[in-house]
């Protein structure tokens, strides 16, 4: 992997500018740096009574007036106060377990939106990875950024052909096998191959420094508040350490390059229609990553325009994905929010042309030479490539009415939607301890045993010690999961969604602190789950999940695998499995044919 020219200067001279800058110019830096946050954030702590201003209310989620208006004040503060601590307010969005549900919907709507750093820097850095003129590296360059957020801003180019990679160029989707049917045939679209147009992410000059000053600075804080009464169970130093890796691995480009190239990995044998941006890492730093360019449209705008016929494709296929991630893979993308998810189109080749080439390929084997031509009728559709549908739909993005009218069109075509997932500079891999924890939980719903799963989260979390009132706690859990007990043997519809919000404000509410990555997951599974119901109201997470949890239990089924699995997963898996297995049994007396064969009920494979 080349390297960015870096390195530092060991010599005398070397060591004592380092020394100034480290030692002298840094705490100036830092101390300025801490002037300009008092400036900013001293209001927000004249106005903190405003938290006890009104009486608290349902529809505020408890909270009162006065607190909603202070959430709203901090958050644009923390706006002000630049890219850590938007990005601090993004992080503290998923912790529901430690803030309030209104103040961390506050802080999720916060956008990185960046000033954008000067052209020079991003040729400075681009020469120095290719060591050669700018003007020598690529065929095009659009000097205009496609994006600017808080820590790197995006470019779109075309590299020149003699530094693309041909490994680069490999379809995608390949699988291990090849296929005995063509994509047509089995409804699945064809593997898609990058191309040289790529995306070109630069860090902002300096921006490392600041984020490190702004560290230091939230560090001397959190250690001051926790030493006020009650404040203890936060674990606000650890929370800031937290942060603080989080920040570092995403001002290092390589790391997302090689998330990007994990997740191809992960799903390149799986027919969902899910594809990531390939990197080229061999061009790629810690300040530069270039990968593949997807033209696509974001999922904003399905869920503002609406996804016409596609609504309930794009919500299936998002949550089937997750849901790989999470049970197969145990390596899930931290950062899904609609912008992050986008959009494009593919479709199959014509059936009558896809046939003559099967039997052309089979004639071929067999004879050992090539048939004569065969004339058949042209009945596909006019010529239109993926980049005209997205762009004539971007152009529609104001008008919601064409643009579900452009997607039927589309629909009639025989394209289909293909999701692209971008932006995986955060993932989130649980350990054996959280992967516990989590199987528990789900293992309390197929047991609808709530009480014990309270008594083992209150166990198991950070700061048992700290908790209050465990029996209660154990109560409220004991609740939830019966309400769901309930709703299961009425053919009730399950909203997970619901579920997990009640375990977080209980476990907010009685200071049971929970893993960050256990709650990043929970937070994930809310946000694709809403997601996908403003797309398809009638989608289930437990129907999605159990083809999953077939396969699942497929590989559990080796010898092989069953010994690397600790007893109790297998346990928890096997329970959940027979209880979604049981539960769909039920609702299949009420089903027609056709979510027999959609939901793969009348063949579970075992």
Known sequence: MIMSPSESDRSLLGRIMSFIRERLIEPVLTAKRFVYLCCVFVPVLLVAPMLLIGQPEDKLGGDRWGAVWWYGFLTSQMQRAGPTFIKLAQWAASRADLFPAILCERMGALHSRGKAHYLSHTKRVIEDVFQRPFDDVFEEFNETPIGTGAIAQVYRATLKQD?????????????????????????????????????????????????????????????????LPGMQWLSLPEEVAVFGQMMHEQLDLRIEADNLATFERNFEARKLPVTFPRPLKVWSTKDLLIEEFQNALPLELFLKNGGGPYNDTVAEVGLDAFLNMLLLDNFVHSDLHPGNIMIKFT??????????????????????????????????????????????????????????????????????????????????????????????????????????????????????????????????????????????????????????????????????????????????????????????????????????????????????????????DVGAFLKVWVWMEARELVTTAFADADDLVKYDWLTPAI
């Open 163 to 227: 530094l693309v990679p041909p490994s680069h160029l490999a379809p995608k989707r390949q699988g291990r096998r090849k296929a005995v049917l063509a994509p047509v045939l089995v409804n699945q679209p064809p593997p898609s191959v990058p191309t040289a147009s790529v995306a070109i992410k630069v860090l902002h000059p300096h921006v490392g420094k600041m984020i490190n000053r702004d560290l230091s600075i939230m560090s001397f804080f959190a250690n001051v508040i926790t030493l």
């Open 347 to 568: 479709r199959p080749p014509a059936p009558s042309l896809q046939i003559e080439q099967s039997w052309t390929s089979i004639l071929e084997r067999i004879t050992g030479t090539a048939p004569g031509v065969v004339d058949l009728p042209n009945s596909a559709p006019p010529v239109t490539t993926p980049d005209d549908i997205v762009d004539h739909l971007r152009s529609l993005e104001h008008e919601p009415e064409q643009w579900r009218a452009a997607l039927q069109k589309v629909k009639e075509q025989g394209w289909l939607p293909e999701i692209v997932f971008v932006d995986a500079g955060l993932v989130t891999t649980l350990n054996t301890v959280n992967r516990k924890n989590f199987i528990d939980l789900f293992r309390a719903v197929a047991e609808f045993d709530g009480y014990r799963a309270g008594i083992l989260m209150v166990e198991r979390c950070r700061t048992p010690e700290l908790a209050v009132d465990v029996e209660t706690f154990a109560l409220r859990m004991q609740h939830i999961v019966l309400n769901v007990k309930r709703k299961t043997f009425s053919l009730g519809q399950i909203k997970i969604s619901d579920i997990l919000t009640a375990v977080l404000r209980a476990v907010r509410m009685h200071h049971v602190k929970m893993e960050g990555d256990f709650v990043n997951t929970v937070i994930s599974i809310l946000l694709l789950e809403g997601i996908g119901r403003q797309l398809d109201p009638d989608l289930d997470l437990f129907k999605s999940a159990l083809p999953i949890l077939r396969q699942l239990g497929r590989q559990m089924s080796t010898q092989e695998t069953m010994t690397q699995l600790p007893s109790a």
